[in-house]
């Protein structure tokens, strides 16, 4: 990921020529579907990788995409005003859940676990006011009588592809910049030995903090966008421990160490999903999460650091397999 | 007793009483998860599938083949132990030296493979064993014999596990190990065999589970996202691999669920009850008993 590798211009101009050039519309959409949930995955990985493993994801996402949507349904406003305002939301929300468990080392198992009791609670918060946010029968943006713009609601799928690479591309950018900066070196040493880290002097908390709030952040921005796009949400499909543990399991399959990874991660998993769907219809219900837990297991036995992950690992130093 | 029932709203009596007996059951499945993490050092995320596998097992038993109760349910049990036998054969094992958050994963790995195999095995239908045990009633409050009968096992189970690990030599072993896992293999101790016997335990402890609870709830591939992570959080509560605090949570969560659903919905009960969870961790990270370092 290097900005001045011509061949990285080349397949970003690729990128962004593709739709004007093929519009088949179904490929479109899961090419969509592929970019929101990579950057969703990119947003778990930032913090992941330094092993910050947060179960509460499916919660950001879900705080994300529902501030959005309720905002807009019951006092009009946009979702260009609304998506900063669930941002802010999803934000205080990880300071809120982070703060302390940073404060008092709460880390490993105790952390995912405390992240996975937020998840929980935004599913059952959604669950519980029904009359608002339609519970687990799920919630529709109102369609917009105004501008397609202002509303952020748009029909064709060429526009939505080319915002969901621009976030997609975003969320990379970001990771590069994390990379190359000294909150990377910070987090690493954390991650190694927190006493040994904090003795060098580093802020353990407020840098743990930082990478947290960013990650939730674009979680919640994933969530957002993926609510205006498929104009549809449910607690099960933004919110909640099985989101989280989509999120995880995407990201280790791709690898969470390399900044492609979880894209990676998101393409084999959709292209799985979808294939099984339209090869096998409704008789596949069910596969593609089997295919799904028996590869997350294979992986964390045999390849920890994900397909990609491995992959260039071999590349860079053949002699070592 | 009728001056002591007007004191008290009865329906508070009854949802006291109720938290009690959902306690007993929520007891019943911290210990099963406790045992693994306290002798195993793991947690397997995918607990409550075991017991969704357990709950179909004993549907398919006695709803589908007849077998009579008294033998489906040593069946279910046996069922869920080799399962539990299995998955520390088949992925705990080959990772008991990686990084414990790839443990978690692998289980989790697991979760999604029980529930798929559910649904693509047994369909998205809710099934239940179609008996409706009758209910109980004393004064104005209402309490269902499943839910008593699924106490007394949950405690019965618990009990029987007590004098397994305090009683017996394995069980003696099992602690100990439990304590110290570096110096025991140095002792001469099988570590390998101890850990197998406990995630069979462990497993056991959830096929119990399972068939208690397929008595008073329907069963879906799903069911285990609805008690799963209540279960955790009891675990992490009372300490993971605390025995009695994991016992006390589930008493103290069970209540919260009970009242919470008593003045509003069952889902404000268990936000309670996992915000509850959040500012302990805060006060007490090491679990409820944890004494301060």
């Given amino acids: 990921m290097n900005p001045r590798n011509p061949a990285l211009w080349l397949v970003a101009a690729a990128l962004v020529a593709l739709p004007f050039v093929y519009r088949q519309p179904y490929h479109l959409h899961v090419m969509v579907l592929i970019l929101i949930w990579s950057f969703a995955y990119t947003s778990w990985s930032m ?14 996402m879900g705080v994300g995409a529902y501030t959005t949507a309720l905002l807009w349904n019951h006092f009009g406003v946009s979702p260009w005003i ?6 802010v939301a999803a934000g205080a929300l990880a300071l809120i859940v982070a703060w302390p468990c940073f404060r008092f080392r709460i880390t490993g198992h105790y952390f ?5 009791a937020l998840s929980g609670i935004v599913l059952q918060v959604i669950t519980a006011t029904r009359d608002q946010t339609g519970g687990s029968l799920g919630y529709t943006p109102e369609r917009t009588k105004g501008s397609a713009l202002a509303a952020l609601q748009f029909v064709d799928k060429e526009t939505w592809y080319l915002i969901a690479l621009g976030v997609w591309a975003a969320g990379l950018a970001i990771w590069y910049l994390v990379d190359r900066s000294m909150l990377r070196d910070a987090l690493e040493a954390i991650s190694e030995d927190e006493d040994a880290a904090a003795a060098a002097g580093i802020n353990v908390t407020a840098e743990k903090l930082k990478i947290t709030v960013l990650s939730a952040l674009m979680t919640a921005l994933a969530g957002a966008i993926y609510c205006q796009y498929q104009m549809f949400i449910s607690p099960d499909t933004v919110s909640g421990i099985a989101v989280s543990l989509q999120m995880v399991f995407a990201a280790v399959v791709g690898g969470i160490y390399v900044a492609f990874g979880p894209t990676v991660g998101a393409i084999i998993t959709i292209l799985l999903a979808e294939i099984l769907r339209i090869g096998f219809g409704t008789k596949a219900v069910g596969w593609d999460n089997l295919v799904y837990g028996v590869l997350l297991i294979v992986f964390i036995i045999f390849l920890p650091k994900g397909i990609l992950g491995s992959l260039l690992e071999r590349l860079k130093s053949p002699s070592k397999h | 007793m009728e001056a002591f029932l007007e004191i008290f709203d009865v329906f508070l009596l009854e949802a006291i009483i109720s938290g009690i007996l959902l306690g007993g059951v929520l007891a019943l499945l911290a210990l099963g998860l406790n045992l693994i993490f306290g002798v195993i050092d793991v947690t397997w995320i995918c607990y409550a599938e075991l017991i969704m596998i357990g709950m179909y097992g004993l549907y398919y038993f006695y709803a589908v083949y007849g077998v009579p109760m008294w033998m489906a349910v040593p069946m279910c049990i046996v069922l869920v132990a080799i399962l539990g036998l299995l998955l520390h054969y088949l992925v705990i094992e080959p990772l008991l030296d990686a990084a414990p958050i790839n443990q978690l994963l692998a289980t989790g790995g697991v979760l999604f493979f029980l529930q798929s195999f559910a649904t693509v095995a047994f369909g998205i239908d809710f099934r239940n064993l179609g008996i ?8 104005d409050m209402h309490f269902s014999y499943a839910r008593l009968l699924a106490f007394l096992a949950a405690i019965g189970g618990m009990v029987a596990v007590y004098l397994f690990m305090t009683r017996t030599y394995t069980g003696t072993a099992i602690r100990a190990i439990a304590q110290d896992r570096h110096i025991m293999p140095l002792m001469g101790v099988d570590t390998r065999r101890l850990y197998l016997i406990t995630s069979a335990i462990g497993g056991g402890l959830a096929g119990l589970a399972a068939c208690l609870l397929v008595l008073q709830y329907d069963v879906h591939p799903f069911v285990g996202l609805s008690f799963g992570p209540i279960t955790f959080l009891i675990c992490v509560l009372g300490g993971l691999g605390n025995f009695i605090g994991g016992f006390v949570a589930a008493f103290l969560f069970a209540q919260i669920i009970s009242l919470g659903g008593l003045y509003s919905d069952l889902e404000w009960g268990y936000v309670l009850a996992f915000a509850f969870f959040i500012v302990m961790m805060f006060v007490r990270p090491q679990g409820l008993l944890a004494r301060r370092s």
């Fill in chain 2, 132 to 139: 409706r045990l009758p209910v109980l009633a004393i004064g």
């Fill in chain 1, 82 to 87: 609304g998506i900063p305002v669930a941002l």
């Fill in chain 1, 47 to 60: 913090m992941g990788r330094f092993g910050l493993v947060s179960l509460g994801h499916g919660g950001f």
């Fill in chain 1, 112 to 116: 995912a676990l405390v992240t996975l």
